[in-house]
């Protein structure tokens, strides 16, 4: 047999057996250990919302489900870990509000965010909450605004890292009560949290995830919701927007995979999390902290992003928002 005749049947051999072997790595999948990749520090709401959903999916899928913190960069270097990983359903970003902003946020990024990852699932959607310590002498947002206006970048606001729901929340107040702040922001909600109580800064537009245990243990007072309106399951604390007209800015939890990611991969990562989101532990722990289930399909998240990706592109250029 002629070398070159030898060379196109191995070739053929080898391309056979790579067609074949696919579909029974699909069906296999998952084969080990899958991460989720959560891009703040740990005691944070994301944290805490990618743990709980862990824990059912690994009940669906029948392998570990492990959180993977890694802070930094405005959630920029968990993403971009994610989007360099092997499109194999293994490494999966648990995505927040700093995935719509980024892009029209930050001068450069090391991945473009419509190509580099595929949606899986939107998981939930709910209201940020302003929170002061318990021994604050801000008792109401009006509060914080006439302060605010007597001492011009005097008061300071944590956040959960630059271009998160925390530090637009707190651009978009300052532009909307035409009041000068100053952002502090931290590696995640969990230390931004810690100097919060610690008194290092004075307030917080914390995802109610995030703030919800120190605010039933009395340790932090919750005196706004940026929803438009107030939350149901938070009726009890009045919209930012009753004292600020026109006030809106809402967080959400959604999960991506790399780009490529087979989609019968794609469609059992997203089963797993429906199901996880369905149990009774998931959803006692989101709703009482205004957070609403929204489980669908890729699609849906897909839709969801591009239409926060325009609307914060709009409002970053309009209130020229720059990172600290």
């Not at 805490?48 to 392998?63: D, E, F, K, N, T």
């Not at 009890?236 to 991506?256: M, R």
């Not at 989101?277 to 969801?304: C, H, I, N, Q, Y």
């Amino acid at each position: 047999m002629k070398p070159s005749l030898r060379s196109f049947l191995c070739l053929l051999a080898i391309l056979a057996a790579t067609v074949l072997a696919t579909p029974a790595a699909l069906a296999a999948f998952p084969d080990k250990p899958i991460k989720l990749v959560v891009p703040f520090s740990p005691g944070g709401g994301t944290d805490a919302i990618a743990r709980a959903l862990g824990v059912g999916m690994s009940q669906v899928l029948g392998q570990p489900v492990i959180v993977d913190n890694r802070p930094g960069a405005g959630t920029i270097i968990g993403s971009d870990l994610v989007a360099k990983s092997a499109p194999d359903g293994y490494t999966v970003l648990v995505s927040t509000f700093a995935h719509a902003v980024n892009p029209s946020l930050m001068a450069k990024l090391p991945y473009d965010t419509q190509k580099a990852f595929a949606p899986v699932v939107l998981l939930a959607r709910g209201p940020n909450v302003l929170v002061v310590r318990a021994d604050s002498p801000y008792k109401s947002v009006a509060d914080v605004v006439t302060a605010a206006r007597a001492n011009p970048g005097k008061l300071t606001y944590a956040s959960q890292g630059n271009g998160t729901s925390a530090h637009l929340a707190g651009e978009m107040f300052t532009n909307l009560a035409k009041v000068k702040m100053t952002h502090i922001p931290y590696k995640g909600a969990g230390p931004a949290l810690t100097d919060l109580l610690g008194g290092q800064v004075d307030m917080m537009f914390a995802t109610a995830a995030a703030a919800s245990s120190q605010v039933a243990g009395g340790k932090l007072r919750a005196i706004g919701v940026t929803t438009p309106r107030r939350a149901p399951a938070l009726k009890d604390i009045p919209a930012v927007a009753e004292t600020v007209p026109g006030y809106a800015v809402e967080s959400w939890y959604g999960l991506f995979v790399p780009a490529g990611t087979p989609s019968e991969v794609v469609g059992k990562l997203n089963a797993a999390a429906k199901k996880a989101t369905e149990s009774a532990e998931f959803r006692k722990m989101l709703e009482p902290e205004g957070l609403s289930v929204s489980a669908g399909a890729p699609d849906e998240l897909a839709e969801f992003v591009g239409t926060e990706t325009a609307r914060w592109s709009r409002i970053v250029k309009e209130n020229n928002v720059k990172v600290d």
